[in-house]
């Protein structure tokens, strides 16, 4: 997809059943730099990679649900190419708007899924790219004409990295929430009063750098997935890399886990070839890119300020907002998602503030329900023992979760 001097990526996907009237999603992983086709591949794809290439059913994929579109962006990532090198320089807010000029040339080629419910979903960063991206929706949607604008129906996003207490502060906490810390640590980090820290605190280092001695602490872990066995993927490190510098985890060797996989998969030519893959030059497909110039300032926006105004006054009056959060992952964890919602203004609770929910009969997790204003409502759901790609870790129970909220049955 042409955008601008950008050529955008994308595996488009139909339903499994009835795609004409099957609610369309519009999925991006995070980073920044990260690849859609990791999801495709790794988490809710209706194909999933194995050793030596091999791909089997994902008898889990969302493409049982809905309508998906797999986007590899912003232009460096994967086989998303620039044109130019100011195509390859990209921020928050650039990345929203060439999001939206993807949707609409989508829309242009495929117009038949206009009147399908639109759904934006992602994880990881893609809690800064997910509200934003629907903020110039809603912008574009204000000054459309009826025919022109985009049926939006609302947004999900797993694990995200919404403002800089994710890559730290959330850490910490949860590492403690999982006695990985000794009490003497705790008691310091409390005492210094860094739980919850104002970002002044940590700007002047008193916080941070008490907080690194303390993930350090725990020594070697998966901090996207504490209790299971070590695994650092390529948007895991990306995520890391983006907060911070000195925290000494990062320079652990990892496993490649399945990110090698697919990567050997989708640099063999005949697999490039079949994926339409077309370019002057062979593309070496990464699962995380270092050819986008990302501006990681943004790291230290809050996108929880554009949550709060699209269950307000801005947006669609029937929007629903989801927050899935998996509690085995400690870089975006429950702790701190749980703090940024309690900040929100325009949402108020309801009877079913904090229920448990089964899977199969098993105790799976918990649903918080939110109002909006006028008809907009705001879901908080945790996945029990899910790291932060919650489609790999407990894929039935996200594929249980995403069909409710599409289903409006949360």
């Known amino acids: 997809m042409c955008i601008r001097d950008r050529y955008i990526y994308y595996i488009f996907v139909e339903a499994e059943k009835n795609p004409e009237d099957a609610p369309l999603l519009f999925w991006t992983n995070g980073g920044p730099g990260c690849s859609g086709l990791i999801g495709f591949f790794e988490e809710m794809g209706p194909l999933k990679m194995r050793e030596k290439g091999k791909l089997e059913e994902n008898k889990y994929s969302w493409t049982k649900l809905a309508n998906m579109v797999f986007i590899e962006q912003p232009a460096g990532v994967g086989f998303s190419v620039g044109t130019t090198k100011n195509s390859l320089k990209s921020n928050d807010f650039i990345a929203a708007k060439n999001n939206l000029s993807f949707v609409q040339e989508w829309y242009d080629t495929y117009p038949e899924y206009k009147k399908n419910k639109m759904y934006l979903c992602s994880e990881s960063y893609g809690g800064h790219y997910t509200p934003l991206w629907a903020e110039e929706i809603m912008k574009f949607n204000k000054a459309a004409k009826v025919g022109e604008k985009i049926n939006l129906k609302g947004y999900f996003i797993g694990n995200p990295y919404v403002n800089y207490t994710s890559g730290w502060d959330d850490q910490v906490q949860t590492f403690w929430g999982h006695q990985r810390l000794s009490k003497k640590l705790w008691n310091k980090y409390k005492k210094r009063g860094c739980v919850n820290a104002t970002r002044k605190k940590w700007t002047k280092k008193r916080c941070q750098t008490l907080a690194y001695e303390l993930i350090d602490s725990v020594g070697k872990v998966n901090p996207y997935a504490i209790s299971y066995p070590m695994c650092l993927k390529d948007q895991h490190i990306k995520l890391v890399s983006s907060i911070t510098k000195r925290n000494k985890t990062k320079k652990i060797k990892y496993n490649p886990c399945v990110d090698k996989f697919t990567e050997n998969y989708l640099n063999k030519k005949s697999v490039q070839k079949s994926l339409n893959v077309?370019?002057?030059?062979?593309?070496?497909?990464?699962?995380?890119?270092?050819?986008?110039?990302?501006?990681?300032?943004?790291?230290?926006?809050?996108?929880?300020?554009?949550?709060?105004?699209?269950?307000?006054?801005?947006?669609?009056?029937?929007?629903?907002?989801?927050?899935?959060?998996?509690?085995?992952?400690?870089?975006?964890?429950?702790?701190?998602?749980?703090?940024?919602?309690?900040?929100?203004?325009?949402?108020?609770?309801?009877?079913?503030?904090?229920?448990?929910?089964?899977?199969?009969?098993?105790?799976?997790?918990?649903?918080?329900?939110?109002?909006?204003?006028?008809?907009?409502?705001?879901?908080?759901?945790?996945?029990?023992?899910?790291?932060?790609?919650?489609?790999?870790?407990k894929p039935k129970e996200a594929f249980y979760v995403v069909k409710k909220y599409l289903d409006d049955k949360l």
């Open 278 to 393: 077309t370019s002057k030059r062979r593309i070496k497909w990464e699962p995380c890119s270092d050819k986008v110039k990302y501006n990681l300032a943004n790291q230290w926006l809050s996108t929880v300020p554009y949550i709060d105004s699209h269950l307000g006054g801005v947006g669609p009056e029937d929007l629903r907002v989801m927050i899935m959060s998996g509690t085995n992952d400690s870089i975006c964890g429950t702790v701190g998602t749980q703090n940024w919602i309690s900040s929100l203004k325009n949402v108020r609770k309801t009877k079913d503030e904090w229920k448990q929910y089964f899977v199969d009969g098993q105790p799976s997790g918990y649903i918080a329900k939110y109002k909006g204003k006028k008809r907009k409502k705001f879901d908080f759901v945790t996945v029990i023992g899910a790291g932060h790609e919650i489609p790999e870790y």
